[in-house]
């Protein structure tokens, strides 16, 4: 395998560009191939044979496509799938979880709250990681149902996301929660609104950095780490329209491609 070679980057939509956002900025030199699978988002409510079988699809069109290694740059694939797919394949495989931890470690108030898709919070992963972490912490689990969907469309901002996010946020603040667990690769996209509603005794926290360092460690462990001094190429494809990843990634304009296909 090539350093050049690119990293593979897939999600069940528009939501793991905001992982990409992190990858790239801490891997500037690397090409990257990012699916967004959003004909069939979302992942959350489907159940977990399916979440299996949309994960080895997305794997296997990004191995076609010469990856040298892939980030599961969603939650709810990750904790659904990711054993059966480093099970299935050779290939360096990355995943994503919400941060449970470090919120664990930090909260003072001994109260956190996550948000996160039902697919997830369902999952025997996050089940075996919240035990963990959690004993003697109250969580405040929330399915963020609907919010990615609005996410899909774009319609960052709206009257009916401020809506959803004023019903899930009550119940934590209710439980004095000091930190928020954003457990889908979509939720970083509400961050700015998120800051607007809570308090200040709130912090909020997602996984996207974490994600790229362990996607920098890992490919300097399997020696793939690039050395190109060459733009990277960037290049993004979507089963679905490509005018929310166009309008997520707006600041890239010119520099990145993104193309609509079928998968
Ligand atoms: N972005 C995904 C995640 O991190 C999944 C959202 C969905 O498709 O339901 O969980």
């Known amino acids: 395998m090539k350093k050049t070679a690119p990293i593979g980057i897939f999600d069940s939509g528009v939501g ?5 956002k992190e990858i790239h900025q801490l891997l ?18 489907r159940s977990e044979a ?9 794997t ?22 990711i054993d059966i797919l480093r099970t299935n394949y050779n290939i360096p495989i990355i995943g994503i979880e919400p941060a449970i931890k470090p919120a664990a470690l930090q909260t003072r108030s001994k109260s956190i709250g996550i948000l996160a898709t039902k697919g997830t919070l369902s999952s025997t992963l996050f089940h075996k990681t919240s035990e963990a972490f959690t004993k003697d912490i109250s969580v405040i689990e929330i399915v963020g149902e609907g919010l990615v969907p609005l996410i899909e469309k774009g319609a960052l901002g709206s009257k009916e996301l401020q809506k959803l996010l004023e019903k899930y946020t009550a119940p934590m603040l209710a439980a004095k ?3 928020l667990v954003l457990g889908c690769s979509h939720y970083p996209y509400l961050i700015p609104q998120l800051q607007k509603m809570l308090p200040e005794t709130v912090t909020i926290i997602d996984s996207g ?25 960037l290049q993004f494809y979507t089963n679905a329209e490509i005018d929310t990843l166009t309008f997520l990634l707006k600041e890239f304009e010119g520099k990145i491609h993104i193309q609509k296909k079928e998968f």
Not at 16 to 20: A, K, M, R, V
Not at 29 to 43: F, Q, R
Not at 209 to 233: D, G
């Open 209 to 233: 950095e974490a994600v790229a360092r362990q996607t920098r460690l890992m490919l300097e462990n399997i020696a793939l780490l690039s050395e190109e001094k060459e733009l990277p190429e």
């Open 50 to 58: 399916e979440i299996v079988a949309l994960s080895i699809k997305n």
């Open 60 to 81: 296997e069109v990004l191995i076609s496509m010469g990856c040298k290694l892939i980030v599961v740059a969603c939650n709810t694939a990750t904790t659904n799938a």
């Open 177 to 179: 929660i000091d930190y």
């Open 16 to 20: 793991g560009s905001s992982i990409w």
């Open 28 to 45: 500037p030199n690397e090409n990257t191939i990012y699916l967004a699978d959003s004909a069939n988002a979302p992942y959350g409510n």
